[in-house]
């Protein structure tokens, strides 16, 4: 079986599923009024999709992350629940209307944004099947040293090594340009060579100090976004390994994840002892963590479930977008200061040592009461949709969010193109998943600035200098692909090397 990469979900599918969902709804008791606009969610998704590209575009992998995980996929665990989904929400059917009229209005951002982007991507071919190889062992080369010495080293705010972490994108990189490079070179019978191994132990045993659910993921997703945008076909055993491996991370780590961080020291033995400790008894963490859970599920801002659902919580941003919604129905909009503050915040620390940090998330959560008063760190997400609805309403769905969103289209897509031929664009896609669901609009002007600018960087670092330094490190020798077309595009499986 080849792993998916849709570009182009026929409609009628969509329509199908919707109905489903919507039959389901109702008989579980959901209000009409919810079901139908959750049901026009699905179908202007898949519309919107569809129209950006699919996954081929940058465009498309943000719509498709932000529908899937900010709601379809809640809608989904409370059917498969039995829950009615307009339950354990304070503005069910207005939090519903503010999900259709964002698809809406991400729907027409994405068809102006196909107008204005460049035929020509900006970053198209800097890396080839001649150096794509050497690129990715200076990647991981160059991941390792720049991981290593900001562990060891501690970042000053407006320092170089700040913003290097900034830019630091070189392990996921190499993940992704040496997926590509291996299954083009073996036809499509392998996936994984050394400088991909290593830079997938690397990223995860970071999650596994930082107690980091994206730490732990980010392999797993930038392995997974490479193989399906050259189409790899998994065998059967591959196929009962990957599953059993998304069961163990999400049965197990995510747990360790989310209760290991109690344990969190900045002195590197305290917490390798916290981590030993928790390792050696995976079943015995889970039982802590969900314990832990249970006695706090309630006043939780994820209390969308009736009962704790562990990594499904997060999967889905209904109930934060709710209780923002709520907020701002009592005590009204913010207006478009979270903008303002959000572009200021573009300008580099070194240019503005004073530049006050940005948190909304912050300032959210302590107006609805759900943070400690002294508590000026922790981070509440939430979803662009919630974020615009609280800035101005009908005027932030319609107006503020389109407008970002036309510019953050335009750029991306400009810059990167196709993704199956671009792996600049697969890098992406690997960030959008976690930014299109619960970066809010903050996540869409941060991106503008700081991402666009890693992912220049990144792109022009692998394609100048970490070839030499991959020449370097693995000594000189002929990089050959079975060519740059992409796997799904060929009649039958790719020719390999001899």
């Known amino acids: 079986m080849r792993i998916p990469f849709p570009v182009h979900i026929p409609l009628s599918r969509v329509a ?34 569809n129209s950006a590209g699919g996954l081929s575009r940058p465009s498309g992998a943000y719509i498709f992350f932000y529908a899937v995980l900010a709601v379809i996929l809640g809608l989904v665990c409370k059917a498969v629940l039995g829950e009615p989904a307009d339950s354990n929400l304070l503005q069910p059917i207005l939090t519903m209307q503010i ?32 150096n794509i190889q050497d690129a990715t062992y200076g990647c991981m080369a160059t991941g390792l040293v720049v991981t290593f010495v900001m562990m060891m080293v501690e970042i000053q705010p407006g320092s170089m090594l700040s913003a290097l972490a900034q830019v630091n994108r070189f392990l996921p990189m190499a993940i992704i340009l040496g997926v590509i490079y291996e299954i083009r070179r073996t036809g499509g019978r392998k996936s994984i060579n050394l400088p991909v191994f290593i830079s997938c132990f690397a990223i995860f045993m970071q999650g596994i100090f930082g107690f980091s659910k994206e730490g732990l993921f980010t392999p797993f997703a930038c392995w997974i976004i490479a193989a399906a945008s050259q189409g790899y076909r998994l065998s059967r055993a591959q196929m009962a390994g990957l599953a059993f491996t998304l069961y163990f991370m999400v049965h197990f780590l995510v747990p360790y994840a989310q209760y290991g961080r109690n344990f969190f020291d900045p002195s590197f033995s305290v917490r390798a002892h916290a981590i030993v400790d928790l390792l050696e008894d995976l079943e015995g963490t889970r039982a802590k963590y969900l314990e832990d859970s249970a006695d706090s599920y309630e006043r939780t801002i994820q209390s969308y479930y009736d009962t704790s659902q562990g990594f499904m919580d997060r999967l889905q941003m209904i109930s934060a977008d709710d209780r923002l ?72 769905i319609f107006f503020w969010a389109p407008l970002l969103w036309i510019v ?29 669901p619960e970066g809010g609009i903050g996540g869409v002007i ?40 992409v796997m799904h595009t060929l009649p039958r499986r790719a020719r390999s090397l001899p």
């Not at 915040?345 to 004073?354: G, H, M, S, T, Y």
Request: proline letters at 5%; one cysteine or more.
């Open 325 to 396: 919604n709520d907020l701002t129905e009592r005590v009204g909009v913010i207006g478009p200061m979270p903008i303002i503050m959000g572009l200021e915040n573009l300008i580099p620390r070194f240019l503005w040592p004073n530049k006050p940090n940005v948190n909304f998330g912050n300032l959210y959560a302590h107006q609805m009461g759900s943070l400690a008063a002294d508590d000026t760190t922790t981070g509440i997400s939430f979803s662009a949709a919630g974020e615009a609805y609280h800035i101005g309403q009908w005027i932030g």
């Open 408 to 436: 953050f289209f335009t750029l991306f897509d400009s810059l990167c193109g196709d993704t199956r031929i671009s792996p600049w664009g697969l890098l992406l896609c690997a960030v959008f998943a976690h930014i299109a």
């Open 99 to 130: 999900y259709a009229g964002s698809i809406t209005a991400m729907w027409g951002a994405a068809l102006v944004s196909k107008k204005l982007s460049l035929r020509r991507p900006l970053l198209d071919k800097l890396v080839t099947d001649a």
């Open 446 to 485: 941060y991106s503008l600035g700081f991402i666009a600018f890693g992912l220049v960087f990144a792109a022009f670092a692998a394609a100048y200098v970490m070839p030499i330094l991959g020449v370097l490190i693995k000594g000189p020798g002929q990089n050959r692909t079975s060519g740059p077309a």
């Open 16 to 49: 199908a599923f919707a109905v489903l969902l919507f039959l389901i709804e109702i008989y579980q008791g959901t209000s009409l009024t919810f079901a139908l606009f959750a049901l026009l969610f699905i179908l202007i998704s898949g519309a919107a999709f």
